[in-house]
């Protein structure tokens, strides 16, 4: 813990002696960053996202392995996707919660975690990159999407619980790191070697992941619409997106400190506070031009499938929604089973079937939304630079609400906030499988990830979210190649879970055991 804090003064005293220097100086140090990152991020995401054509559109190999999956895991399990949601939300409020049972945080505390990091600024800035590529009927593909996901999460999570580590002090550790090599050795010997290299290709590429996408993209954003209401190339942070990073840094470096329960008190407080102030506003401005909404959902549907459909017809149209909304719901990726996985419980399965909210609530909720106020307002624009996704989005609130800037502004810090903190709890358990659980690793990993957040803050968004979603992507590798060897696990789990609960053996405790 001393060592963490030292590294904190270390990167406030290097702020502080950089605020000294002039905007030339500063704008120079941004470049140069971003220069030397570069060719790393695009070498990195070349080689992720390797496509192969179809009808005239190059769609990399990764989207369709997800959409494969999705889609299995939604027929294998009866469309548990939707059948159990009534179920699932009685376990969010805790009817069902056992405050016994092994783990750290409450169902509604891990799904507030787990929703904080995928409820973030690819909601807003990604939606608007989506639309702007893929046209209205990017939505389309993304609500589908959306709910073809909601079963990824479902399995990942369950498997989560369900090879977790248990420590005598009352932790946990899980994730696909765990049920990757456990679960994989469990099923057969010969599978054993498969599920180790499976699990350290996974942190490996969950490490990656927390540096781009759960923390570089998060503060390259945040800052880019905090510049904007201050100024722009006028504001005094221009050119200084490093001090900017310095300042949130220091604030995600004080929540990390109590580790994952630390993390769930404030996720669920920010959470919900966050996604409705979003929601009002959306609805708000939807209710405002009312008129144009027929005509909006009209474009959404005949966009999903013309052929002279924007980036490449239906193909292009569909490669965008999906793309975008598995980048922020990140089903199949499994980083959320990480989070999942320090539920309180003793079946696995319950915690899967919370898990199904988070895809609906991220994407088939709060994207829509976004995709609705940016289409209805008419800001969309096909020639619009995708790299000024966050801008679109406070463009097409501000058509309607002139102030609403500000509003937003502070709504994209706090899910930035959110998301990076996380983030530093996925990325800080895949860090210790494969260094091992101590102080000094601990300490290395989180000032690591907070100068992650000063170099995001710094480079353009071009190179931020070429490296973003290559990481966040490739977890999906070995994620679900090994998930494919453990369905028949879940599948017993569940059927045996859903059994008791129709035959009503199930323990109600009442919503108080889900609070804490």
């Known amino acids: 813990m001393s060592s963490f804090r030292a590294g904190c003064s270390r990167i406030l005293a290097v702020a502080l002696w950089f605020a000294a220097f002039p905007a030339h100086a500063a704008d120079g140090m941004d470049a140069r960053i971003d220069e030397a990152v570069r060719p790393f991020a695009e070498a990195v995401s070349g080689f992720i996202f390797a496509a192969f054509p179809v009808a005239g559109v190059d769609v990399p190999f990764v989207l369709v392995w997800l959409i494969f999956a999705a889609t299995l895991f939604t027929f294998y399990f009866g469309f548990i996707n939707l059948r159990a949601l009534r179920h699932g939300f009685q376990l969010v409020r805790g ?7 092994a783990g750290e945080v409450t169902h509604f505390q891990a799904l507030a975690t787990a929703l904080s990091g995928t409820v973030g600024l690819g909601n807003i800035a990604g939606v608007a990159v989506a639309v702007s590529l893929g046209g209205p009927g990017a939505t389309f593909w993304m609500i589908l999407a959306g709910l073809l996901g909601m079963s990824s999460k479902f ?15 009352g932790t946990v550790s899980g994730g696909p790191m765990y049920y990757l090599s456990k ?3 469990e099923r057969s010997d010969r599978l054993k070697t498969l599920g180790r290299v499976l699990a350290v290709l996974f942190a490996v590429f969950c490490v990656g992941g927390s540096f781009g996408g759960g923390n570089m993209f998060q503060a390259n954003q945040s800052y880019m619409q905090v510049l904007a209401v201050t100024g722009g190339e006028h504001s005094w942070l221009a050119g200084r997106g490093w001090l900017f990073g310095v300042i949130v840094a220091s604030l995600v470096g004080l929540v990390v400190i109590g580790g994952i329960q630390g993390i769930a008190r404030v996720t669920s407080k920010i959470v919900p506070f966050m996604a409705v102030i979003y929601l009002l506003a959306g609805l708000a401005v939807i209710a405002m031009n009312v008129s144009a909404v027929p005509v909006a959902l009209a474009a959404i549907v005949t966009g999903a499938f013309s052929p002279e459909g924007i980036a490449g017809g239906v193909i292009g149209v569909l490669f965008q929604g999906f793309k975008r909304a598995a980048f922020s719901n990140e089903a199949g990726i499994g980083s959320a089973a990480i989070a999942h996985s320090a539920v309180r419980t003793n079946r696995p399965v319950t915690e899967g079937l919370v898990a199904l909210y988070e895809p609906f609530v991220d994407t088939v909720v709060v994207c829509t939304i976004t995709a609705l106020v940016i289409i209805i307002t008419g800001t969309w624009n096909p020639s619009v630079d995708p790299g000024q996704g966050v801008a679109l989005t406070s463009a097409a609130f501000a058509s309607s609400i002139s102030w609403f800037p500000w509003v937003l502004t502070v709504a994209v810090v706090l899910f ?27 300490a290395v990993y989180k000032i690591l990830f907070l100068a992650f957040v000063v170099i995001g803050s710094s480079m353009q968004l071009g190179s931020v979210i070429d490296f973003s979603d290559a990481m966040i992507f490739a977890m999906a590798f070995p994620n679900i190649l090994g998930i494919y060897f453990l369905l028949p696990v879940v599948k017993k789990e569940l059927d045996e879970y859903w059994a008791d609960y129709r035959a009503g053996r199930l323990r109600r405790f009442g919503r108080a055991a889900n609070r804490g």
């Open 183 to 185: 679960g994989l050795a």
């Open 416 to 442: 930035a906030f959110s998301t990076m903190i996380s983030w530093s709890y996925y990325g800080l358990k895949a860090w210790t499988y494969l260094f091992g659980e101590s102080v000094v690793s601990d």
């Open 155 to 169: 399995v990942e999570c369950t498997l989560g619980v369900k090879y977790r580590n248990e420590y005598t002090d």
């Open 95 to 101: 009817d069902y919660s056992d405050p016994t049972a």
